[in-house]
Each structure stands twice: as C-alpha cells, then as structure tokens.
C-alpha cells in the first residue's frame, strides 16, 4: 500500500510540476509574441519615417529650389554669355 501512494504522490507531482512548466511556457510565448508586435509596429513608424525623409529630402534638393536659394538668398544670378569648356584630345 505504501509503495502505491508512493508512486500516486510521484506521479501528482510530476503532473503539478508539467501543469507549472506549460503555464510558464504560455506566459513567455505570449511575452514574447507581445514583444514582436511591438518591435513590427516600430519598423512600420520608422519605415514611414524614412519614406517622409526621403520626400523631403528630393524636395529640397530639387534643382528648381537650388536655383531659387542661389538667386533669392544669394543674390546669384545665370551669366548672359558664358563658354563651356572642355577635355581636348
């Protein structure tokens, strides 16, 4: 009789202790699936973030706005007469 409860109380254990293991288990699946979500929707605002850089970036380097900073803020202005030169083999 002994023996048997014995081997009942092992086997109650066991099961307590595998019940733990999977309730752990689902607590850190979860964790960690909530820490992918996170991470996604940072990628999705970075990614967002550049496209809207890149945007500005061509806007500001568009030659029609160069050639508006160079005459309105530095007074430049475009030659009347003006010779290319170049490579003469």
Known sequence: MTRR???LL??????????????????KTRELFHQL??????QDQL???WAQIQLE???WA?????????R????????RDYVVLGDKP
Do not use: C, H, Y
Not at 37 to 42: F, I, K, M, Y
Not at 62 to 70: E, G, L, T, Y
Not at 72 to 79: A, R
């Open 5 to 7: 409860v014995l081997v």
């Open 10 to 27: 092992s086997l109650l254990a066991l099961n307590v202790v595998s019940a733990i293991a999977v309730v752990q288990s689902t607590q």
């Open 37 to 42: 979500q996170s991470a996604r929707l940072t």
């Open 47 to 49: 990614t967002t973030e």
């Open 57 to 59: 970036d061509s806007a």
């Open 62 to 70: 568009s030659p029609d706005r160069v050639s508006q900073v160079a």
């Open 72 to 79: 309105n803020k530095l007074g430049m202005v475009q030659p």
